[in-house]
């Protein structure tokens, strides 16, 4: 049977960019897997494999999950229930966080402990950290170890600080080392674009779509 990949539509991010990223991916790869934009509970909680991206303020994308019916629901037992592949890309990344201190501290999914804070820098750097930065992976977890090095999108003013070092998958800098992706089990989310990540972007994604957690 073909795999379904659900990208879950809260009203926050480049939901066509991301679905036809996902869409090329899994066509280069040579993998039949159906890619749909969704908020409907029903499919979230069905997939095979969940991906939750975002843009924005931390708080704006909790509320636009939270106030999804069902949604918040269906996602947790696809991924903590089910135990089906979960990305998060951005701000859903971020999400994964117990807190965000983006205006105020709000509570995030808390999947993985840590929180969410604003990149510090000095000298001649500034905030956003907006770009190509490179990416180093710190632990082998599959979707991000083939690209162990590449060059990858960022557009960010607040990163995730995760409380376990064992959760930290891949490192990038700026004014400092920063988390560039995060992760345990079946979880995982990168804070850069992959679907503006280019060919480095597309190979993360491809391998998102083979990874068996």
């Not at 509970?41 to 991906?51: K, M, N, Q, Y």
């Not at 840590?114 to 750097?125: C, K, M, P, Y």
Request: glycine share 14%.
């Amino acid at each position: 049977m073909t795999e379904t990949v659900v990208i879950i539509d809260y009203g926050s991010g480049n939901l066509r960019s991301v679905e036809k990223a996902f869409e090329r991916a899994s066509r280069e790869s040579g993998l039949s897997r159906a890619v749909s934009v969704s908020d409907d509970p029903e499919r979230i909680a069905a997939a095979d494999r969940i991906v939750l991206p975002g843009v924005g303020a931390f708080g704006a994308c909790m509320d636009g999950l939270s106030a999804r019916s069902g949604v918040m629901e269906a996602l947790e037992h696809a991924v903590l229930v089910n135990t089906r592949p979960f990305l998060g890309i951005c701000v859903g990344m971020q999400l994964l966080a117990e807190y965000g201190r983006e205006f105020g501290t709000r509570q995030g999914l808390g999947w993985i402990p840590g929180e969410v804070r604003a990149i510090e820098v000095s000298g001649d750097l500034t905030t956003p950290h907006m770009g190509w930065n490179t990416v180093a992976a710190r632990i082998d977890v599959g979707p991000l170890a083939a690209t162990d090095g590449g060059a990858f999108y960022f557009a960010h003013s607040f990163h995730f600080a995760p409380e376990n070092d064992a959760h930290l998958i891949g490192v990038t800098h700026h004014g400092g080392a920063m988390a560039a992706a995060v992760g345990r089990d079946n979880i995982l989310g990168v804070q850069f674009h992959p679907e503006k990540s280019q060919s480095a972007g597309l190979q993360l994604i491809g391998d998102f779509l083979r990874w068996g957690p």
